[in-house]
């Protein structure tokens, strides 16, 4: 698999921790993800291996906020995919230019 940063991503993180307890939510497994964290954060500023994967998910095949401690309505979603179909209102989408949709 080829991963591709987004140009600026390093300042949004840098930016967006200072206000946010950030997360990655993947429905990938750990392996995956703790490879996402080196790529996103590889001195572990952000995401200090605040990690929720596939084996953590209790919707088969879907990212739902139930699993997420603490309240729903604080949540800030930053995704490029739309399977937030229940929690769309938490949720900045992206497609993959960058663009917000």
Not at 27 to 33: E, I, R
Not at 65 to 93: A, H, P, Y
């Amino acid at each position: 698999m080829m991963t591709k940063l987004r140009p600026f991503v390093h300042t949004f993180l840098e930016e967006a921790s200072k206000l946010f307890e950030m997360w990655i939510y993947t429905m990938g497994s750990l392996s995956y993800a703790s490879d996402m964290a080196e790529l996103l954060d590889p001195g572990d500023k952000y995401f200090h291996s605040r990690f929720i994967t596939l084996e953590d998910s209790t919707h088969e095949k879907k990212k739902r906020l139930n699993i997420v401690l603490g309240r729903e309505s604080t949540v800030l979603i930053v995704d490029d995919t739309w399977i937030w179909k229940k929690d769309k209102d938490n949720c900045f989408q992206t497609d993959f230019n960058g663009r917000t949709t």
